[in-house]
């Protein structure tokens, strides 16, 4: 009889941690660039461009050019597309749609990798419902990053977000991801299943939380360009990420500007009110929920 092995998850020093935050500055610092270059007539390329400029006038190196044969400095997935979308001079956006911008950065062999979902001009409110109840479950996936937890308690919080939010399909196909020396490094980080199971949350790990949340079924189709990945009933899609250490002091949410001090404080004010309030009142945000700041005290 085999025994079932607990993956080898990569724990870092503080030094190496500080690298992290380096490359998660430069990842939250471009997406900030990227969200407000957003505009009806801009091109996916553009953005692309943009976001290639950003991070190499920052020392740092695109994460993405080059995985695996990708072939650009970014993902871009407008409407439909969930995930891996690939910038293109002919993709030009338009009013009412919504792009999903994924990024990464690497400094000194360390990565940040982060995505936000963004509207192109007004959206509809069905949109903006989308947009919000997959970055407040981010959040709550992120707050349960703290030693002594387990890995599942993430996914468990990401997916009972999602669903007290609304009847949206929670995409399983693609998930978060260990990270550190490597983009993609165990453990799996799934959005959703039960809570109290798998790895050991120690000082020092890190992973990327990564919800995608779709209008309708959470199938999945991978167009013929081999990245691409669209909702196969062609529900519109929201997806969130942020890379988060797991520190003595709590999470530290690398890729967020202020460390995600108030993100954290935005769902301590959301747990404060009544729940029909709640579930009402859920806007969409044009740029990553957390803007300006420092790592946790330690």
Same mark, same amino acid.
């Given at each position: 009889?085999?025994?079932?092995?607990?993956?080898?998850?990569?724990?870092?020093?503080?030094?190496?941690?500080?690298?992290?935050?380096?490359?998660?500055?430069?990842?939250?610092?471009?997406?900030?660039?990227?969200?407000?270059? &957003?505009?009806? $007539? =801009?091109? +996916?390329?553009?953005?692309?461009?943009? /976001?290639?400029?950003?991070?190499?006038? @920052? #020392?740092?190196?695109?994460?993405?050019?080059?995985?695996?044969?990708?072939?650009?400095?970014?993902?871009?997935?407008?409407?439909?597309?969930?995930?891996?979308?690939?910038?293109?001079?002919?993709?030009?956006?338009?009013?009412?749609?919504?792009?999903?911008?994924?990024?990464?950065?690497?400094?000194?062999?360390?990565?940040?990798?982060?995505?936000?979902?963004?509207?192109?001009?007004?959206?509809?409110?069905?949109?903006?419902?989308?947009?919000?109840?997959?970055?407040?479950?981010?959040?709550?996936?992120?707050?349960?990053?703290?030693?002594?937890?387990?890995?599942?308690?993430?996914?468990?919080?990401?997916?009972?977000?999602?669903?007290?939010?609304?009847?949206?399909?929670?995409?399983?196909?693609? &998930?978060?991801? $260990? =990270?550190? +020396?490597?983009?993609?490094?165990?453990? /799996?980080?799934?959005?959703?299943?039960? @809570? #109290?199971?798998?790895?050991?949350?120690?000082?020092?790990?890190?992973?990327?939380?990564?919800?995608?949340?779709?209008?309708?079924?959470?199938?999945?189709?991978?167009?013929?360009?081999?990245?691409?990945?669209?909702?196969?009933?062609?529900?519109?899609?929201?997806?969130?990420?942020?890379?988060?250490?797991?520190?003595?002091?709590?999470?530290?949410?690398?890729?967020?500007?202020?460390?995600?001090?108030?993100?954290?404080?935005?769902?301590?004010?959301?747990?404060?009110?009544?729940?029909?309030?709640?579930?009402?009142?859920?806007?969409?945000?044009?740029?990553?929920?957390?803007?300006?700041?420092?790592?946790?005290?330690?």
């Amino acid at each position: 009889m085999r025994t079932r092995q607990e993956p080898q998850i990569q724990v870092k020093t503080p030094a190496q941690l500080a690298l992290m935050r380096e490359a998660g500055l430069v990842v939250g610092r471009t997406l900030d660039v990227l969200a407000a270059a &957003v505009e009806p $007539g =801009i091109t +996916t390329a553009d953005l692309d461009a943009i /976001a290639e400029r950003e991070i190499r006038a @920052a #020392g740092a190196t695109p994460s993405f050019k080059g995985y695996h044969g990708y072939p650009a400095t970014i993902c871009t997935s407008v409407n439909d597309q969930i995930v891996h979308g690939i910038p293109s001079a002919d993709a030009k956006l338009a009013s009412g749609d919504i792009i999903s911008i994924d990024c990464g950065a690497i400094v000194e062999g360390w990565h940040g990798d982060a995505c936000l979902t963004v509207g192109v001009g007004p959206i509809s409110e069905e949109l903006t419902a989308l947009l919000a109840a997959c970055e407040l479950a981010l959040w709550h996936g992120l707050a349960q990053a703290r030693p002594g937890a387990r890995l599942s308690d993430i996914s468990h919080a990401v997916g009972a977000s999602a669903q007290a939010s609304g009847r949206y399909g929670i995409v399983r196909e693609y &998930v978060g991801h $260990g =990270i550190g +020396t490597e983009m993609h490094m165990d453990p /799996a980080v799934p959005n959703f299943g039960r @809570a #109290g199971r798998g790895p050991l949350l120690v000082e020092g790990m890190a992973v990327a939380v990564e919800p995608m949340l779709v209008l309708g079924s959470a199938r999945t189709r991978l167009l013929d360009d081999g990245w691409t990945v669209v909702s196969a009933g062609g529900g519109m899609s929201a997806h969130f990420e942020h890379t988060v250490a797991i520190t003595a002091a709590g999470p530290w949410v690398l890729t967020a500007l202020d460390g995600g001090s108030s993100g954290f404080e935005r769902l301590r004010a959301e747990s404060r009110r009544p729940e029909a309030e709640q579930v009402k009142d859920t806007g969409a945000h044009q740029a990553p929920l957390a803007p300006a700041g420092a790592p946790p005290a330690s």
